[in-house]
Nanobody, 125 residues
Framework: QVQLVESGGGLVQAGGSLRLSCAAS????????MGWFRQAPGKEREFVTA????????YYADSGKGRFTISRDNAKNTGYLQMNSLKPEDTAVYYC??????????????????WGQGTQVTVSS
């Protein structure tokens, strides 16, 4: 089992920044790909970004390229999502997620097995 707990969400003005954290416990976090997804009201959950177990490889949806940065600190069992130049359309509940087995890739909600409870990000115009 992997337990994930997000934090760092909040209300920010357009153009501002937030850093989300995802604290992991349970099985060895360093062996798992970690991803961030988001879900806006009335919309499907969508992929934002993912990072390989070592942190060497990162993947971004077009919506966050150049503005969002994913990272992880395996010594602290924590992943991060730095979001800059936020836009009102970034408003959503943000979830961190991990696949069922180590080393599996994660890019769609169906790839995720473990989910955090989510943290609300609201960007005002």
């Amino acid at each position: 089992q992997v337990q994930l707990v997000e934090s760092g969400g909040g209300l920010v003005q357009a153009g501002g920044s937030l850093r989300l954290s995802c604290a992991a416990s349970g099985r060895t976090f360093s062996g798992y790909t970690m991803g961030w997804f988001r879900q806006a009201p009335g919309k499907e959950r969508e992929f934002v970004t993912a990072i390989s177990p070592s942190g060497a490889r990162t993947y971004y949806a077009d919506s966050g390229k150049g503005r969002f940065t994913i990272s992880r600190d395996n010594a602290k069992n924590t992943g991060y999502l730095q979001m800059n130049s936020l836009k009102p359309e970034d408003t959503a509940v943000y979830y961190c997620a991990a696949p069922q087995k180590p080393l599996l890739f994660i890019q769609t909600p169906n790839d995720a097995y473990y989910w955090g409870q989510g943290t609300q990000v609201t960007v005002s115009s």
